[in-house]
């Protein structure tokens, strides 16, 4: 739905495709990036609900559901609070909307990269932890490029990357949740912690 919206938005209003895409809600469809913002961190909620209990709780999962809940808050926050306009002064609303969006990103980059540890079998990464883990070091660079990159185009560029990576998977945990074979996979705490 988020994928869906963040395209929406790119057709609605072109005259803003080169800006961050916070700067969407701000317009006359603001509403619209808005609930893409809500509706991507209901997700987030719904993906630490799918994952609680399919798992034995290790203080890795733990750590892992709570920055993907801590994605989702700063999702849901970040759709209630505008951001400010470029070159306008700063609000309370833009200020709370900027520290969100930090804190949803690392929260969610750190809650993918727990994901890969958290969940083996056997004390052996699974297939899909792999992938969370090549994911969870795209984002990173992804979101460093931001604010170290190329240039100030990548600035723009950025988030636009960023989303379809984090989209993407939660997408397969998604398809992994729904299919069953993510359920009793943490058995044990790869940092040897007592269970």
Partial sequence: ???????????????????????YSLGPFGFVMRTGFVVLGIAFFSIVAGLRGRARATNLYSVDLIMLSAAGAGLVIIGAFNTDAIGTPSTLSGLIHSAAANIWSVSAIVGILL????????????????????LGIAAIITYLAGFLGPGAGFGALQPRLFFPLVVLWMSLIANQLRSGKLTQLADRDPLGSPQ
């Fill in 1 to 23: 739905m988020f994928a869906v919206t963040l395209v929406t938005v790119h057709v609605i209003e072109p005259e803003t495709n080169l800006d961050p895409v916070s700067l």
């Fill in 115 to 134: 994901f890969a540890i958290a969940f083996r079998q056997d004390g052996k990464s699974i297939a899909i932890g792999r992938i969370s883990r090549n």
